[in-house]
């Protein structure tokens, strides 16, 4: 299994991202999906994270109302929409896939390459 993370840019507070992850080489819908952040200096933290069914969805605190994600298995793909982005929304954003239910890093089986996300104030 191979995960592509592409949609990552530079963008102004307020502003808004689109995040794509693509997988190849597996099949989208047998795995738990999740995007984690890393940003200089610091762990890698998770973000959100939607299950087999597109109705089970989680994100971590600070980005809840901000943060969607989704899941279309006909593409093979799972996004992340970013709105109202903030200078501490800056890191690397990574996309996962395991195939239970987690919130944690060490759970997931397959990463992503990254893609960088820059807020500027």
């Known amino acids: 299994v191979q995960l592509q993370a592409s949609g990552g840019g530079l963008v102004h507070v307020g502003g808004s991202l689109m995040l794509s992850c693509i997988m190849s080489g597996g099949i989208l819908s047998d795995y738990t999906m999740g995007w984690f952040r890393q940003a200089p200096g610091k762990e890698r933290m998770f973000v959100a994270t939607?299950?087999?069914?597109?109705?089970?969805?989680y994100y971590e605190d600070s980005v809840k109302d901000r943060f969607t994600i989704s899941r279309d298995n006909a593409k093979n793909t799972v996004y992340l929409q970013m709105n109202d982005l903030r200078p501490e929304d800056t890191a690397v954003y990574y996309c996962?896939?395991?195939?239970?239910?987690?919130?944690?890093?060490?759970?997931?089986?397959?990463w992503g390459q990254g893609t960088q996300v820059t807020v500027s104030s």
């Open positions: 996962a896939a395991n195939k239970g239910w987690s919130t944690y890093a060490e759970h997931y089986d397959y």
């Open positions: 939607i299950g087999w069914s597109v109705d089970r969805t």
